[in-house]
């Protein structure tokens, strides 16, 4: 009896390991064909129109909502098909791989934001198979990008570090990064840092990064509070870093922080306006989205477009009575 069951082992085995092995060309023809079928779609529902991808930090996101919508509206009044990708989560990697298929599908142009360096060469490669790309809210000078669509982050970070400097006698500051390696969020840790080291009365205590996540945001804020009591301004360099900054302060009931940071979306307006954020820095992912698709347009036409388009920003201060 034992034998014969010894005896079997090995060909249960080999038929597991054959089964396997079926199931696995299995799904990859399934993923074939759901590909095949998802193009078929796109060129059916193209009926003419020049197909353009969106590729954003996140896929559902308050201010890439606004991006991606805009663009949409700018894209249903012109006539041209529009499809938005990104990451459910931030991920520069995932975003990366979301880049190398839309180059695959061969869309006749691509808006990307552009996070860092790995960009680079699929920026190239597209632009090397005729797909014309442009960047959108965090730029790549380095790549053959056509142009760029979104706000000066240097000069943006300057500005802030004005602000502080205006409005703090003797500066110790603790900076909220939406990421350390962000092409633009460096940027807007660059000029801040610039204008603050030039000056005598400025110092960065401690910088933390938030993955531009709110809960993360406030974890590090409220932990920098309770590290160095003495820090009396706070920036945050992403959407969602002030609303995570002012829960922090509420949590520990601290008074006279003076808070600064990036995107004057609703909730964070809601806090200048009770006076727990005093000043903002604003973006316009409304004309992100409406400038990028015009320009993509222009250049599908032939068109020759600036190879460096800022959208506006400036800072924004609370409407005092
Ligand atoms: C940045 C976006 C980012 C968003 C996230 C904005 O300030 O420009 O790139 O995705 O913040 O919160």
């Given at each position: ?302 068109e020759t477009v600036p190879d460096l388009i800022n959208t506006d920003s400036h800072l924004v201060k609370r409407d005092l009575p």
């Open positions: 009896m034992v034998m014969k069951r010894n005896r079997l082992a090995p060909l249960i085995v080999l038929f597991l390991m054959g089964l396997t092995i079926y199931a696995g060309f299995l799904i990859r023809d399934v993923i074939v064909l759901q590909d095949q079928i998802a193009d078929e779609n796109v060129s059916e529902t193209l009926d003419g129109r020049p197909h353009i991808i969106m590729i954003g930090e996140v896929e559902d996101h308050l201010y890439w909502n606004i991006v991606r919508d805009s663009a949409m509206e700018y894209a249903d009044a012109n006539h041209l098909y529009l499809q938005y990708k990104g990451p459910r989560d931030p991920n520069p990697d995932e975003q990366v791989n979301i880049l190398r298929k839309a180059i695959d599908v061969k869309p006749d142009g691509l808006i990307v934001q552009s996070l860092n360096e790995s960009f680079i060469p699929l920026i190239n490669e597209a632009i090397t198979k005729g797909i014309p790309v442009i960047t959108v809210d965090s730029d790549q000078p380095d790549s053959d990008r056509i142009t760029y669509v979104g706000t000066d982050n240097y000069a943006a970070g300057e500005r802030v570090a004005e602000d502080v400097l205006d409005h703090v006698d003797v500066v110790q500051a603790g900076i909220i990064a939406g990421t350390y390696t962000n092409n633009h969020h460096q940027l807007r840790l660059e000029g801040f840092h610039d204008v603050l080291q030039a000056s005598d009365r400025a110092d960065i205590l401690d910088m933390a990064s938030s993955g531009i996540k709110r809960v993360n945001a406030r974890e590090k804020a409220y932990q920098m509070l309770l590290t160095y009591p003495e820090m009396n301004v706070l920036y945050g360099t992403s959407a969602l870093d002030v609303l995570g900054i002012t829960e922090a302060i509420d949590l520990l009931g601290r008074e006279g922080i003076y808070v600064v940071g990036f995107d004057t979306i609703e909730e964070n307006l809601q806090l200048l306006g009770e006076g727990k954020v005093d000043t903002l820095v604003s973006q316009e992912p409304y004309q992100m989205g409406i400038k990028s698709m015009e320009i993509i347009e222009r250049i599908i036409r032939g």
